[in-house]
């Protein structure tokens, strides 16, 4: 059985989508077999492997409406050799089509749940917000991975999402847990940056990973090519971090 993890943060602009995708290339670096699931309707993370979302007609979003199923949506062997369930702005539709669907909340966990067992990760890209296409992503996911910017404001976003995943733990997937919280942008030169880490730190109980993304060009330009940064950059500084993250991904018991 695949473990899900959702990458979540409610707030936008804090490498979610980059993180999303980096990882998972880096665990399929090691070997590890990766679906990568995009839920959010910006299909940010669709382009970023390559894929050109608005010619696609089979994406999540039909799978979910039963108009397709996993295997005529799934893109297989996408950049880095994972399998990739795209997106596109046909997502936004979503909310509007769930409303009179009974169980909407569990609706891609169930339709994942014949293929879980082909995957050793599934990562799931969320919206950057408290969407039923997010929540549908959380009651799908094992644990919730939260990355978040090294700026003054990271704990306000932080504690909002704890309670969200609370919330969701309570309601609808009492199974959920937070993975932990990753860094990103983080810029060595600043003392703010190193003072954001350690409030964060000091004030929250869950799992903090040790790895910390820096702010870093060639991560920046990488979607543009539709390649994560392994591919694109291998030995920038930006792909050794995600290399590290997905090694402490791998190797976290939870």
């Known amino acids: 059985m695949g473990r899900a993890i959702a990458i979540a ?11 999303a995708i980096n990882l998972s ?8 077999r990766v679906l990568v699931i ?11 492997l390559g894929v050109k979302k608005n010619e696609l007609d089979a994406t999540i979003y039909e ?11 799934v893109i297989h062997n996408v950049a880095g ?33 014949d293929v879980r067992k082909d995957y050793d990760f599934i990562i799931i890209d969320c919206p950057p917000s408290l969407s039923m296409l997010t929540i549908n992503a959380m009651t799908t ?11 003054y404001y990271a704990l306000d976003g932080l504690s909002q999402l ?3 995943v609370n919330l969701i733990r309570t309601r609808l997937h009492e199974g959920l847990e937070m993975d932990g919280i990753v860094f990103t942008m983080y810029d060595s030169r600043t003392n703010l940056a190193y003072e954001v880490v350690e409030n964060v730190k000091s004030n929250i109980r869950e799992h903090v990973y040790k790895t910390l993304i820096p702010r870093n060009i060639r991560l920046a330009e990488a979607p543009s090519y539709g390649q994560p940064i392994n591919l694109y950059e291998p030995k920038s500084a ?17």
Do not use: H, W
């Open 63 to 73: 799978m979910l409406l039963d108009e397709k199923n996993f295997g005529e949506c």
């Open 38 to 48: 995009d839920t959010d309707p910006q299909g940010n993370t669709t382009t970023g």
């Open 162 to 164: 704890i309670n969200t």
């Open 25 to 32: 290339a880096c665990l399929a670096e090691m070997g590890k």
């Open 9 to 19: 943060n409610q707030k936008g602009g804090v490498g979610k989508t980059t993180t």
């Open 81 to 113: 050799g994972m399998d990739l369930l795209p997106a596109n702005v046909n997502l936004s539709g979503a909310e509007i089509d769930f409303i009179d669907l009974e169980n909407k909340e569990y609706i891609l966990r169930d339709k994942l749940k």
């Open 238 to 254: 930006g792909a050794e971090a995600y290399r590290l993250l997905a090694k402490e991904v791998a190797e976290r018991k939870i």
């Open 141 to 151: 996911a094992d644990t919730v991975l939260v990355p978040i910017q090294c700026e």
